[in-house]
C-alpha cells in the first residue's frame, strides 16, 4: 500500500485523520504551515501528534505569502477573532483567502517527491458553510486539476474521508481510534488556553458534546459555548443565516 501525506494543523480534524490513516492506511508524515496565523501554538501541538504516531513531521514556512492575507482574522495583525458559533455569517472573517488551495498544491508536489501515493485533509461538513475550500465541490475540482498537473508523472490521491461528516463525528471515530484529544489544540485566539469563545472553541466543545466523548479540554470560559449555541438557534428561528 503506498503511503500517505497528512496535512496537519494540530486540531481535532486533522489529527483523527491521522490517526485514521496510522490504523488503516500507511502514514507518510504530517505537514504543517506556518502561513502567519495568530494560532501558530498549532503547530507544537501538531508536532506532539508526530512524536507520539512516531512519523514524520514537517512545517512549510508560508509567512511571507500570509502577509497578504491579512483580510482574515486569522492572520496576525487582521481583526480580532469574533467569538460565536461557527454557523453565524461573522465566521466569515476567519476566511483565509484560497488556504486549502495553497496548502494542498504544496502538499501535492512534497507527495509526488516522496513518491507518496496520497494526500490528506480533514475537510468535513460543519466546515461547508463557512469556508468554499472545504465543500465537495472544491475537492472534486482539486482532484481534477492534480490529476492534470501531476499527469504521466505520478499519480496522487486526495484523500479526504471526512467531507459528509460533522465534527461529533470526528470526535466519535476518533475515540473509537484512541486519538489524545489532549494533545490537540483548535482555539484561533492563540492564548495561553482554549478561550472558549471563538467560533471553534465552541464547535470543539459542542462536537464533544454531541458525540458523548468526555472533552478533556481546558477552557478560559466553559459556559459560553451554551449561549452561542442558543443565540445561533434563535437568530435561524427568525430567518437569519
Known amino acids: 500500500m503506498s503511503s500517505t501525506v497528512v496535512l496537519c494543523s494540530g486540531g481535532i480534524d ?12 500507511k502514514l507518510d508524515r504530517l505537514i504543517s504551515f506556518d502561513y502567519g496565523q495568530r494560532h501558530r501554538r498549532e503547530i507544537e501541538h501538531a508536532a506532539r501528534i508526530a512524536a507520539e504516531l512516531g512519523t514524520r513531521h514537517d512545517v512549510v514556512d508560508i509567512t511571507s505569502l500570509g502577509r497578504f492575507l491579512t483580510s482574515s482574522s486569522l492572520i496576525s495583525g487582521g481583526d480580532a477573532v469574533p467569538d460565536g458559533h461557527y454557523a453565524q455569517d461573522n465566521m466569515k472573517s476567519t476566511v483565509v483567502p484560497n488556504r486549502n488551495a495553497i496548502m494542498l498544491s504544496i502538499a501535492f508536489g512534497i507527495a509526488a517527491g516522496a513518491k507518496a501515493g496520497a494526500v490528506g485533509i480533514a475537510v468535513h461538513s460543519g466546515d461547508h458553510f463557512i469556508y468554499p475550500d472545504c465543500r465537495p465541490a472544491f475537492v472534486e475540482a482539486f ?28 470526535v466519535a471515530e476518533g475515540a473509537r481510534l484512541g486519538v489524545p484529544y489532549h494533545l490537540t489544540w483548535s482555539c484561533y485566539k492563540g492564548g495561553a488556553a482554549h478561550c472558549g469563545r471563538c467560533g471553534t472553541c ?22 459560553y459555548w451554551l449561549q452561542a449555541i442558543a443565540q445561533m438557534k434563535a437568530k435561524r428561528e427568525k430567518g437569519g443565516p
Open 14 to 25: 486533522s489529527v483523527t485523520l491521522a490517526y485514521k490513516v496510522a490504523a488503516e492506511r
Open 143 to 170: 482532484r481534477a486539476m492534480q490529476a492534470c498537473a501531476l499527469e504521466d508523472m505520478w499519480e496522487v490521491e486526495l484523500y479526504a474521508p471526512f467531507t459528509g461528516t460533522d465534527k461529533a463525528g470526528i
Open 202 to 223: 465552541v464547535e470543539r466543545r459542542e462536537a464533544f458534546h454531541l458525540a458523548d466523548v468526555p472533552d478533556p479540554t481546558q477552557y478560559e470560559d466553559t459556559d
